[in-house]
């Protein structure tokens, strides 16, 4: 027997629902910028040659994000990218690549995953370009990094929160 989806009583969808509480909602780019940037290949012209035995990278990005005025908020991407080998280190790399944004209308159950997985969105291709750029001019093939999914980050980071507070 096939069933039905339950509408809400005043006869819309929850679709419907969700759309008109979004009716109106802005996410607009006011602009985007290098906040702080460091390249390091301290072992550099040696490790030109090759990058030597057992070769590593780790790699680590967070998200920040800060009100700056009434509907304008400042979030940072935080990259930091380390080379290494038995040899020595490669490469280091400290970028925090910056977007300020204008939310307009976003209900406040929304506004940090709007903060958290939709600008950084916008913002990772910038910061992937820049950090490719980077080791390709410092000399290393270009650190071509995969997409993120910031959903993905942002809903496992609000269940570490939830596990942290049930303890």
């Known amino acids: 027997m096939a069933s039905t989806p339950k509408e809400p009583s005043d006869g819309q969808t929850d679709a419907d629902a969700a759309g008109n509480r979004l009716e109106g909602a802005q996410l607009a780019v006011l602009a985007q910028f290098i ?4 390249f390091e ?8 040659q090759g990058p030597g035995e057992n070769p590593q990278l780790q790699v680590n990005v ?3 994000a800060t009100k ?49 997985v939709d600008c950084p969105t916008i913002l990772f291709p910038f910061l992937r370009r820049i950090v490719a750029d980077l080791t390709q001019d410092g000399g290393f093939p270009p650190l ?15 269940g570490q929160v939830t596990e942290q507070a049930a303890h």
């Open 62 to 64: 967070n998200v920040q």
């Open 144 to 158: 071509l990094m995969d997409p993120m999914d910031f959903a993905a980050l942002y809903r496992q980071n609000a």
């Open 35 to 38: 906040k702080d940037l460091s």
């Open 41 to 48: 290949s301290p072992n550099a012209p040696q490790v030109l």
């Open 68 to 116: 700056r005025a009434e509907e304008a908020y400042q979030v940072d991407l935080q990259f930091e990218a380390q080379a290494k080998s038995d040899d020595g280190v490669i490469y280091n790399i400290e970028i925090v690549y910056s977007g300020m944004f204008r939310l307009t209308n976003i209900p406040e159950d929304l506004l940090q995953a709007v903060l958290f």
